[in-house]
């Protein structure tokens, strides 16, 4: 085990609890990939990391890339929130849950840059994009202007 | 879900109650002389000392620590389970019913944290409960609290939905805590009020919040035999659940309409002989308003998407608060909204009062029959059915 690499990777994300089942999806944030798990025995993806596939019960646990593109399937605009470099909610900031066109139901949680906030709605399509925060690439979505689903 | 032989039924009782009651601002006291004021009144009431009590199960301050402080000579079953309320009284039943124990001694504190009110944070004698909460990370996440607002957004998406029906339950629980002498939230709300209010997490404005307080609620839980000896009247646990729905992560949960709230209605269902025609007396959690909403649903005083139609017209006007069916009030203390947040004690404190009928203005005429629904959408939500002997 390369210690140095584990040591490098926390220190990418200071604020963030990384464990052994969540550091392949925080190693790849760092080239600007989106990662999640996947199962390598039937297929199912699921969401947040896991050590063994919730379908199956293999331990086959593939980390892997997804498009990033899908539809907003939650959404809560913040009048106030935690302090963030960027944020200052003079404008609301949105918080969106995609649901990913990869598989029903599995769905990533970030914010939609690039549009007012307010003129965001439930199930227009997003793509993913990337932003610095804190030294490191955070995943975000952007409107892509196709239909809403 | 199983549960047609409920072992429980009807053999544990909740013997008596108290409350400090609840103030919306930081008080100059500890949460241990909180959990004090509630646990010293509750033993006397019911006319026990130190040595009666053999089980401890509560929030906060830890088992031990409450057992210490109270004097409490010899425990062999104690128990800090998490909130809400639901859980320790699932758990001490549980204990009780099974040899654990005899009399257990059942708290919550409710105290104003760093965490969620800026003048807590202010207080250096509150930094020790964590500034921390779902900001470490950033504001990208629906983890905790935001959770419901963005699950809020969605119901009323699928259901076309106007604020106006998460209004009401506000509504609802503001003009019964005007009846409630120790709520923390005791001046008149509208609608109109409602819908101006400082908006903090869209579409969840500061109403559809429950209010942090400090105070404490505590209960004593024994066997009905030992608790027909005792003074006020016993109140049964007729059935208890817990429920987990999985997917239960907050932005992984499949859909509103089957959460871990369906899995208490199924199973609180199958282990109990009475049912929501036979309850005088309904206390769905008020964490956050859509959480009542969904409650209705899932109980099936209504059908998805149609609680804020049923609030609607289950409307006194005269008294500006719900009374389904013309009598069944709902959370006729306040609930977390206007009582004040106590993660489901108040709930649980308000339904033994009301079938002890020590509920004073706020008594239900000749309720026999309590449905207490706790907790929300994802790892917290409970039943409770309890009933007058």
């Known amino acids: 085990v390369d210690v140095s690499d584990e040591e490098a990777l926390l220190a990418r994300f200071p604020r963030t609890p990384i464990d052994r089942d969540t550091a392949s999806h925080y190693r790849a944030r760092l080239a600007r990939r989106l990662v999640l798990d996947r199962c390598g025995a039937c297929g199912r993806w699921h969401h947040p990391p896991a050590p063994i596939c919730p379908e199956c019960w293999s331990n086959d646990v593939q980390p892997t890339p997804v498009t990033g593109k899908g539809s907003i399937h939650l959404l809560t605009l913040l009048h106030q929130g935690p302090p963030a470099p960027g944020v200052d909610y003079a404008q609301p900031y949105a918080v969106v849950t995609v649901e990913l066109d990869e598989q029903p139901a599995l769905r990533f949680t970030s914010t939609v840059l690039g549009s007012a906030s307010t003129d965001l709605r439930i199930g227009q399509r997003v793509e993913l994009d990337w932003i610095e925060r804190d030294g490191a690439p955070l995943p975000v979505f952007r409107l892509t202007g196709e239909p809403a689903a | ?389």
Not at chain 2, 193 to 221: H, K, N, S, T, W
Request: charged fraction near 20%.
């Open chain 2, 1 to 389: 879900v199983t549960g047609s032989d409920n072992q429980l039924k009807d053999r544990v009782a909740v013997a008596g109650v108290a409350t400090t009651g609840f103030t919306p601002h930081n008080t100059d006291r500890s949460a241990a002389s909180l959990a004090a004021e509630a646990c010293t009144a509750v033993l006397r009431g019911c006319g026990l000392r130190p040595r009666d009590i053999d089980g401890v199960c509560g929030s906060i301050p830890s088992a031990p620590a409450v057992q210490t402080m109270l004097g409490l000579p010899e425990v062999t079953w104690f128990a800090n389970p998490p909130v809400p309320f639901g859980n320790h009284v699932v758990a001490a039943a549980s204990a009780i019913r099974s040899g654990l124990c005899d009399v257990v001694l059942c708290y919550h504190v409710s105290y104003r944290m760093a965490w969620n009110t800026a003048s807590a944070l202010r207080d250096p004698f509150r930094r020790p409960f964590g500034a921390g909460g779902a900001g470490a990370a950033g504001p990208e996440t629906i983890a905790g609290a935001a959770a419901y607002a963005a699950w809020a957004s969605r119901y009323l998406h699928e259901y076309g939905a106007p604020r106006e029906h998460l209004g009401y339950v506000a509504l609802n629980g503001r003009a019964n805590a005007l009846r409630n002498p120790v709520a923390a939230m005791r001046t008149p709300l509208s609608m109109d009020d409602y819908l101006q209010a400082r908006m903090i997490r869209e579409p969840l404005c500061l109403l559809d919040m429950d209010v942090p307080v400090d105070g404490a609620d505590a209960f004593v839980l024994t066997s009905v035999e030992r608790a027909r000896d005792l003074p006020h009247p016993p109140v049964l646990v007729h059935a208890a659940t817990l429920g987990i729905a999985s997917d239960h992560e907050e932005d992984q949960m499949r859909s509103l309409s089957r959460t871990g709230q369906h899995v208490v209605i199924d199973a609180l269902r199958a282990r109990s002989d009475l049912w929501i025609d036979d309850v005088d007396v309904y206390f769905p959690y008020d964490g956050f308003t859509i959480i009542t909403l969904a409650w209705l649903e899932a109980t099936g005083w209504c059908g998805r998407g149609e609680a804020g139609a049923f609030l609607e017209q289950h409307w006194d006007a005269n008294e500006g608060r719900a009374l389904i069916n013309r009598r069944i009030p709902m959370n006729p203390h306040g609930g977390a909204l206007s009582e004040g947040a106590t993660q489901g004690s108040g709930q649980v404190r308000e339904a033994v009062m009301q079938l002890q009928g020590f509920a004073g203005d706020r008594q239900v005429p000749r309720a026999r029959v309590a449905l207490i629904t706790a907790g929300g959408f994802f790892t917290n939500a409970q039943g409770i059915l309890l009933r007058r002997e």
